[in-house]
């Protein structure tokens, strides 16, 4: 027996196994669809801002409704709300592997990302309801390892089918797989579970907080500060109808919580180094290095390997140790294998970009599972749902600002530098950008040391499952 099915033996087995396949999904959609975009750009004859729409359009839902999606899983039950995300996801892979036009497929993303946004949530819900206090780190970084695999099995999986098949088998892959954990969810997610008692519903928080936060992504997105002024304003309004509401959205006690924004905060400033690095790196290599696509592809993969390494024991640690020390040794990794890209100039230097690959990864890995066990187990019992939500969001939010700092900062200093961003002229320009990364890899460690430990609670009423017996 491995040691994942000796330590997650019977029922709970078939839980993780069908949460991993929902995390799993939002790594394996994006890198099959960032392998196949060069495609479907010429496919459908697509402008450079036309491109970059159709991760846009999943990304945005994704992020913004995640709360609301906590909340509609607490009041009509996880397993069914759970599901319904999946098979939503999965109706919009399939939409489109089928899209006719462009607008189509843009519609289809827009469906991907809002189901997969019930998926993140709910699933550090049900960990939460079906797992020991004691081991919820453990189960989060289990969980949270598929995240490593979905990116390896992506970029090569996405390269196959391209070449054997065309763009829209990759959307067939994605719907294929969320089909599967839409069976597993109703085979192995217990059916009876209590919910929250329905009570009037708070439409005008949900909505407020929700557009407070799709203008707040756009206005990064398009660097616009008059959009961004205006979220500010959305969420000033919002926060005055929470505060008098006697069952708001979201408690705005929750954003004054420590343990809840410091952990969310820090998780953000994680996925900035993720994308930022991602999304930088390729570009440096391949047009300042010279090498080919297939090397960075295979350097790239170090730091997925050791990501999803690192996961399981950074969750195991957190249940003994508490969250901020593995949380904290996490961005203290990350952010020597970021330093280390310093050294690096117009000469190839391979050996140097796996160790600082490995390092980054470890330390990416270790640090996933202890910000959400401390998000989730700093909330009130009755808020931990919520907490959820919040979290994820947070998080995935640091997506848009990572790009949009590379975009920035880059744009600036090649302007700066005089260079087109080619050759060993642009070296300079990239250690800035490395350094703003370091810079942002402090803030984040200083998060994750202020967040605290996690208090744990009982598990809410709201989710427990009801026993058969």
Known sequence: MSVFAARFAGRKLGIMAALMIGVFLSPLNVSLTSVALPTMQTYFGLSVEQVALIGTAYFLPMVVLQPLQANLGLRFGLRRVYSFGLGLLCLGAFMAALSPSFGFLLVSRVIQGAGWSAVYPLALILIGAHFAADRQGEAMGTWESAVGLAAIIGTILGGLLLISVGWPAVYVVVGLVAAIGVVLTLLKLPRREQREPVQRFDWIGALGITLAMLIFLVGLLRASWILIGLSLLAFALWWLHARRSERPFVDPKLLRN????????????????????????????????????????????????????????????????????????????????????????????????????????????????????????????????????????????????????????????????????????????????????????????????????????????????????
């Open 258 to 469: 420590r343990g809840v924004i410091g952990a969310s905060s820090a998780a953000a400033m994680r996925m900035i180094l993720g994308v930022g690095v991602l999304m930088s790196l390729p570009l440096f290599l391949e047009d300042v290095q010279g090498l080919s696509p297939l090397i960075v592809g295979l350097l790239l993969s170090v730091y997925s390997i050791f990501l999803m390494l690192g996961a399981r024991p950074g969750g195991i640690w957190a249940d003994r140790a508490g969250g901020r020390l593995p949380g904290a040794t996490g961005f203290v990794l990350m952010t020597l294998g970021i330093a280390a890209l310093l050294l690096l100039d117009s000469q190839v230097a391979l050996l140097l970009l796996v160790a600082a690959f490995a390092v980054r990864g470890i330390g990416a890995g270790i640090s996933q599972a202890p910000f959400a066990k401390v998000a989730i187990e700093s909330a009130p019992e009755n808020q931990s749902g919520m907490a959820a939500g919040l979290y994820g969001t947070v998080r995935y939010s640091g997506l848009a600002l990572g790009s949009v700092l590379v975009g920035l900062v880059l744009s600036s200093r090649f302007e700066y530098h005089g260079t087109d961003g080619t050759g060993a002229a642009a070296v300079p320009a990239f250690h800035e950008l490395f350094a703003v990364f370091v810079l942002v890899g402090i803030i984040g460690l200083g998060f994750a040391l202020w967040m605290g430990q996690g208090k744990r609670a009982a598990v809410p009423v709201a989710i427990q499952e009801v026993s058969s017996g």
